[in-house]
């Protein structure tokens, strides 16, 4: 079956501009997780969701990060007035009902901030 | 809080050695998740291995085994005679009942032939 995808799979922005970054978790997952990934580096884990709901927004660096998901499919992140530091790749997970089970990542949304 | 330490950066072995990643972790929850994963060239994160705090058991799956202890708070990864296809930055992650996915820093293992 299909796995996660991402898009836009590239994206360069100018400093203070918005981005929308979007994810298809694999269908039947109803947990999907946001991560980013500077390069070189580990995983920096952003919000998790359960459904529609996002218990855990605790990794969002700032209130220019949002992010939302609706009918428990699709997920967008937004960054308003983007920073050169938010220049990463982007990464969409998702897995079955809960954190115990092994998360499938997508191929990931390199987002460039010049 | 949650944390993964993966203290080995980089290694390097020659195709056919055994090499072990170290993985040791923190966290307050008593019903937590330990995963593998390993990140290829290509780039897309692959799952190894999950593990629940409640089952001690170690793995093996072909080359690849796995020792999880408790008492040391460590789930390490070893590759048994690797192969130059091994190469690849492996990560080790902890989840939490309530969501939060922590992952460490990563190993880069590069296996020349």
């Known amino acids: 079956g299909a796995g996660v995808s991402q898009s836009p799979s590239n994206k360069v922005t100018e400093k203070g501009k918005d981005v929308e970054l979007r994810c298809d978790p694999i269908s039947g997952h109803t947990a999907l997780y946001w991560y980013r990934q500077s390069l070189g580096q580990g995983l920096e884990f952003l919000i998790y969701f359960q459904g529609n709901s996002a218990p855990d927004k605790s990794g969002l660096p700032s209130d220019r990060f949002s992010a939302e998901r609706t009918g428990g499919s699709v997920s967008t992140l937004t960054i308003q007035r983007t920073q050169q530091e938010d220049s990463a790749v982007y990464l969409c997970?998702?897995?079955?009902?809960?954190?115990?089970?092994?998360?499938?990542f997508g191929p990931g949304t390199r987002l460039t901030v010049t | 809080a949650q944390k993964v330490t993966q203290a080995q950066t980089e290694i390097s072995v020659v195709e056919k050695e055994d090499v072990t990643l170290d993985c040791v972790y923190e966290?307050?929850?008593?019903?937590?998740?330990l995963f593998w994963y390993k990140q290829p060239p290509s780039g897309e994160l692959v799952f190894l291995i999950r593990?629940?705090?409640?089952?001690?058991q170690n793995e093996i799956s072909g080359r690849y085994s796995w020792n999880f202890q408790k008492s040391t708070s460590s789930f390490n990864f070893t590759i048994t005679a690797s192969q130059v296809v091994d190469s690849a930055v492996y990560f080790c992650?902890?989840?939490?009942?309530?969501?939060?996915?922590?992952f460490g820093d990563g190993t880069t293992l590069t296996v020349k032939p």
């Open positions: 997970a998702s897995s079955l009902d809960s954190p115990s089970y092994e998360q499938y």
């Open positions: 966290t307050r929850d008593t019903t937590y998740y």
């Open positions: 992650a902890l989840s939490g009942p309530a969501g939060k996915s922590t």
């Open positions: 593990r629940n705090s409640f089952d001690e």
